[in-house]
């Protein structure tokens, strides 16, 4: 099944006309990645792969453009005080009026891949983890302690709260604010975590 109304080829010479040659070998990681998390966690690889390869189309727009889009969109405050935050939601609507995808789980995976939310459906974890242990331009080591995790019973849970807690660790080293949805978020998947941990 096609996820989208563009071949590859169109989808990849987009993005390297829109992206630095950084941000590509990221994207096509995050793709690959997303494919092999999708496998292991009973998803479906081509609708992941997908997800991975669009996640960050928007990422290096002009920032004025992607502003007008995000306001378009009707973001809350919270997401247009923070300008990483945008390029997600802006992603998604570049994915759907550029790319032609439909599929809802691939549009709310690209919106929700750098904050998450409350939650997420497997599909969305995949993709969320996908971006953060791509093997093209991420930390090694980083990658490795979540891939071990993964290995783990309730991997996929375990490997989500070890993002956010090493999103929150380097957020309070750098003296920049922990947006509440991130605290919200690692606070549930703490405690959900620790319910699994006790039964």
Not at 38 to 55: I, M, P, R, V
Not at 71 to 91: Q, W
Not at 163 to 187: A, G, V
Request: hydrophobic share 35%; with cysteine; charged share 30%.
């Amino acid at each position: 099944m096609n996820y989208t109304d563009k071949s590859e080829r169109h989808i990849l010479n987009w993005l390297k006309d829109h992206l630095s040659e950084e941000r590509l070998l990221h994207s096509i990681g995050a793709a690959q990645s997303a494919a092999r998390l999708a496998k292991k966690f009973n998803q479906d690889e081509k609708k992941a792969y997908t997800a991975g390869l669009l996640h960050d189309c928007a990422k290096c727009l002009k920032k004025e453009d992607m502003l007008k889009i995000a306001v378009k969109l009707g973001l809350d405050k919270s997401e247009l005080s923070n300008f990483k935050l945008i390029h997600a939601p802006v992603s998604a609507y570049i994915a759907e009026s550029e790319f032609g995808v439909k599929d809802k789980e691939i549009l709310s995976s690209i919106r929700w891949h750098t904050l998450g939310r409350m939650n997420m459906s497997d599909f969305e974890k995949v993709v969320f983890l996908a971006d953060k242990i791509e093997l093209n331009t991420r930390d090694l080591n980083y990658r490795e302690r979540v891939l071990c995790v993964l290995e783990e019973e309730n991997g996929l849970n375990k490997a989500l709260l070890i993002c956010y807690e090493e999103t929150i660790k380097s957020l309070i080293k750098r003296d920049m604010e922990i947006c509440q949805t991130t605290i919200d978020i690692y606070n549930s998947m703490l405690k959900e975590y620790s319910r699994h941990c006790e039964t």
